[in-house]
Nanobody, 111 residues
Framework: QVQLVESGGGLVQPGGSLRLSCAAS????????MGWYRQAPGKEREWVAR???????NYAESVKGRFTISRDTVKNTVHLQMNALKPEDTAVYYC?????WGQGTLVTVSS
């Protein structure tokens, strides 16, 4: 059974940083494309970042240069380092692979 568990969300001031984690079980993350998505209140879920099995990464334009996706193959965990956060980054952030989703972790950017 594949399971993804996100953590690391919270309240942060504009300009601050957070690091999200996605712990995977039942799969080997380095054999799968792993992605982060987010859903802001009243909006549709949108793609944020992805890392492929060969460690290629790409990002939505709205986060490029501020967010970094990485993976720890020893801990089988994917991370999303978020810097220079803006109020519009406020959302529930979800980890994804194939058709599997985690439960999400809430990020609130507010002063």
């Amino acid at each position: 059974q594949v399971q993804l568990v996100e953590s690391g969300g919270g309240l942060v001031q504009p300009g601050g940083s957070l690091r999200l984690s996605c712990a995977a079980s039942g799969i080997i993350i380095s054999n799968n494309a792993m992605g982060w998505y987010r859903q802001a209140p009243g909006k549709e879920r949108e793609w944020v970042a992805r890392v492929t099995p060969v460690a290629y990464t790409n990002y939505a334009e709205s986060v490029k240069g501020r967010f970094t996706i990485s993976r720890d193959t020893v801990k089988n965990t994917v991370h999303l380092q978020m810097n220079a956060l803006k109020p519009e980054d406020t959302a529930v952030y979800y980890c994804n692979t194939r058709d599997i989703w985690g439960q999400g972790t809430l990020v609130t950017v507010s002063s």
